[in-house]
């Protein structure tokens, strides 16, 4: 598996990905057409960004996030917007891995934060983020601090890897 940042070549499949997601979260749905895509989201250098996974050619998974910035804190950091893997490829460590991409590209950008979130805290997405962020009861979860740094620190390891190597939540509140 390849995790890396999407381009203007990666739009029909990220179109069909994106399709599939909508479909099995959001029916009727109308989606995005791939040249929307390379357009609004690929192409522009401010606009928000996208990682995929790749296996033997073809996208499994991707991860959209923005640029945002905490206020309170002072911090630049990274909102995900979307989060989607293929039904045969889920639990194999392709989600872990979009995430450490994410974060090792935000932090690149001057990222210290990862926000994410699900529509509810007891669904598949929300039980992820918690195994490494820390959650509230609105299912928004954030990765912080030493978690957020090591998770960075893991891009491009083995799914087996990133598993083991899951920050403890606590590391969320150590600078």
Avoid: K
Avoid at 53 to 66: H, N, P, Q, V
Avoid at 127 to 134: K, S, T
Avoid at 137 to 153: K, Q, V, W, Y
């Amino acid at each position: 598996m390849i995790v890396r940042r999407a381009t203007t070549a990666d739009a029909r499949e990220l179109a069909r990905l994106l399709a599939d997601y909508l479909g099995e979260s959001f029916p009727g749905h109308a989606g995005t057409s791939a040249e929307r895509l390379q357009q609004d989201v690929l192409a522009p250098r401010d606009g928000q960004r996208v990682v995929v996974a790749e296996e033997d050619g073809a996208l499994i998974g991707f991860m959209a996030w923005d640029r945002v910035y905490d206020m309170h804190w002072a911090q630049a950091g990274a909102s995900i917007a979307d989060l989607y893997v293929a039904p045969a490829r889920r639990g194999h460590g392709v989600a872990l891995a979009l995430t450490a991409a994410a974060c090792s590209f935000a932090r690149d950008e001057g990222a210290t934060f990862l926000r994410g979130g699900a529509y509810d805290r007891d669904s598949p997405t929300g039980r992820f983020y918690e195994r490494f962020a820390i959650g509230s009861d609105s299912a928004e979860c954030h990765c912080s601090g030493r978690a957020f740094r090591h998770l960075a620190e893991l891009h491009g390891s083995p799914p087996r890897t990133l598993v083991r190597s899951l920050p403890p939540r606590d590391w969320n509140y150590q600078p």
